[in-house]
């Protein structure tokens, strides 16, 4: 398995599939379905303490906003990997709240209620079973002068200990299931991921079962999924589709982008932009508008741009895949046609080359999400951002000036040195959803450094001390501007990637605008759809031809659409494990998708894991009952 990857590389995926079947077997114990979404806060509550979490009502405050209406399997897998698990010490905290007075005693009814608020949630008789392992007095209480003979030499530690191993032994239990249960193992793999999908499944998927009750439902339930003597194979499944696809390495000289000889000479023109991660997984950025004003030969490209001070260190992201997509179409609309996408790479630029008529379109940054993903290694150390000068006034650590002067030069789209109005706005949506207006500007180059009416980058610095001043050096308001751009308490950007986009055309001067569309991440979607289903191979699943399959490969990536035209949804597997050298944008070599009756949905993406190594796409699809 992972013949291609490094020891670090094999390592992480092992410890990556090891946790999402420790999730999936948690949330089914809770769950009819990993396809079930969580829809109540108390839900949400219940699945965690299963999980042996014990989140503070903030966190969850956090994860459940007055604006979240449910959350997926996918969302609840990284929630878990931001709460650590509940331990001795803070039980061992629990247990001596309950007995104030040190008596040395704690009741039943006490004893359940720390149970049902710390770790995993228990039934009465789950109690009253951890209840009869440690010596009770005539009053039904638990001793600790007794339980201190017994346990040395932390009567209550050692109490805890054992509580704590008996929710480890629980998930165990629950991993032992869902390895035994045949139909749950293939069938529950992960959830929809992609945005737009989410939408269309709440408008049109009838609501599914709510949590599963320990009464004569569930045990119904396990008489039904108990594996007959039928293969599972047959018993879960209509049909499936294979299809298997081995990729040279991208240094083929098939795949190299060439630029025009007579480049120099063309009109040009440049900006930049970022992509960012959402909190659900997604991937966001600005769109363009590009103007023609007549006919002409056009030589797009976009790559990844280093921030890095060092040449011989480059930014952490220069190896995130990227392209254009270019499109026509109306906004008011939301009708917009596929024109052509860049496909040839030179190291970490892609491009396309090509005619294009008179007239508007817009350019549409994508990356498939393989390596721009939620960062899950925890941060050893926050940084400081701003500390008291001798004076007693506050100001800016040098580390949090050079990441502010980082932000600066990603938010310079034009890269002239400056902030315009339009430029701060955009970065002003991305980090607290409002916009400045003209006012609010005039007041900023009143107070602030500027420049022919424009921010400068010691104006910024100057804009953000006066924030940190509006706080009293309470630096939650910046760390909310700088987890917004993709930074963590480190001051690295892992959750972000910089890109520039470039314009060539032959004889005209073209005109590049930045454009905030509010359903920009929906229209880069249709038109994705689009381009998958007129340039990649259809295959309808067998047994089921109003489930098509289309799957678009070019040099750098194998993108994968699944088109439901029948009346019904219809829930697919999707098993990547023959796969060699490849990296899912799904983040799991087996998964299912739920696809709503006559929806169209992104099933995966694929890049090569080693790009100058040899990569096979082995891909099973199933529709299973």
Not at 522 to 531: A, C
Request: charged letters at 25%; glycine letters at 4%; a neutral charge.
């Amino acid at each position: 398995m992972w013949p291609h990857c490094t020891p670090a590389q094999r390592s992480q995926l092992k410890n990556d599939e090891l946790f999402y079947t420790r999730c999936r077997a948690t949330y089914l114990s809770v769950f009819k379905s990993s396809l079930t979404d969580i829809r109540s806060r108390e839900q949400l509550c219940v699945v965690l303490q299963q999980a042996g979490r014990n989140p503070s009502q903030k966190s969850i405050d956090n994860y459940w906003t007055p604006r979240t209406t449910k959350l997926s399997f996918d969302d609840f897998c990284e929630i878990l990997r931001k709460e650590r698990e509940t331990d001795e010490s803070e039980l061992v905290k629990a247990f001596r709240k309950l007995d104030p007075d040190d008596s040395g005693y704690i009741s039943h009814s006490d004893l359940y209620r720390v149970l049902t608020s710390r770790g995993e949630k228990m039934s009465p008789e789950e109690v009253n079973g951890i209840f009869s392992l440690a010596e009770i007095n005539n009053d039904g209480k638990l001793d600790y002068v007794k339980v201190r003979s017994l346990f040395v030499p932390c009567h209550d530690a050692q109490f805890c200990r054992l509580l704590v191993a008996t929710v480890e032994q629980c998930q165990a239990a629950a991993v032992e299931r869902l390895e035994a249960d045949a139909r749950q193992k293939w069938q529950n793999f992960g959830s929809q991921s992609e945005g737009p999908s989410r939408s269309s499944v709440s408008q049109t998927s009838p609501q599914v079962p709510e949590m599963r009750q320990k009464s004569e439902t569930d045990a119904t339930a396990r008489k039904e999924t108990r594996p007959s003597s039928q293969p599972s194979s047959a018993r879960s499944r209509r049909s499936s589709m294979s299809n298997t696809v081995t990729m040279g390495a991208s240094s083929a000289k098939s795949s190299k982008l060439l630029e025009p000889k007579s480049l120099q000479g063309w009109h040009y023109t440049s900006l930049k932009g970022c992509f960012f991660l959402e909190e659900d997984g997604g991937i966001v950025s600005l769109q363009y508008r590009l103007h023609l004003p007549q006919t002409a030969t056009v030589f797009l490209t976009i790559r990844p741009f280093n921030l890095s001070q060092v040449d011989e260190k480059p930014s952490s992201w220069m190896n995130v895949d990227t392209a254009l997509f270019v499109a026509t179409g109306n906004e008011t609309k939301d009708d917009f046609n596929f024109i052509c996408c860049t496909e040839l790479q030179d190291k970490e630029k892609f491009g396309w080359k090509g005619e294009l008529s008179a007239g508007t379109y817009y350019i549409l940054p994508f990356t498939t999400g393989c390596r721009l993903r939620k960062q899950r290694k925890p941060v050893a150390k926050e940084a400081q951002l701003v500390y008291r000068a001798e004076s007693g006034e506050l100001a800016l650590t040098k580390e949090f000036r050079s990441t502010l002067s980082d932000i600066f030069e990603i938010i310079d789209l034009n890269g002239n040195g400056l902030l315009s109005l339009e430029e701060y706005n955009f970065f002003e949506q991305r980090t607290s959803g409002e916009k400045c207006d003209e006012d609010a500007w005039a007041v900023c180059k009143e107070n602030f450094d500027t420049k022919r009416n424009e921010l400068t980058r010691q104006g910024f610095m100057e804009l953000n001390l006066m924030e940190a001043n509006d706080q009293e050096g309470d630096p939650r308001d910046l760390w909310v501007t700088l987890e917004s751009m993709g930074y963590n308490r480190a001051l690295e950007m892992v959750e972000a990637c910089p890109f520039v986009v470039s314009v060539y055309a032959e004889d005209v001067k073209p005109t590049l605008q930045p454009v905030s569309l509010e359903l920009g991440h929906k229209v880069l979607n249709t038109v994705l759809y689009k381009s998958v289903i007129a340039k990649g191979e259809a295959r309808p699943i067998k047994g089921h031809q109003a489930v098509v399959v289309y799957t678009y490969r070019n040099e750098a990536r194998i993108s994968s659409v699944i088109n439901n035209k029948s009346n019904q949804k219809v829930i697919v597997h999707v098993n990547n494990e023959q796969s060699k050298n490849c990296i899912s944008s799904r983040g799991m070599n087996v998964f299912a998708l739920e696809v709503p009756a006559k929806t169209r949905m992104v099933c995966q993406h694929i890049i090569p894991l080693n790009e100058k190594q040899e990569w096979t796409y082995s891909c099973i699809e199933t529709i299973v009952m």
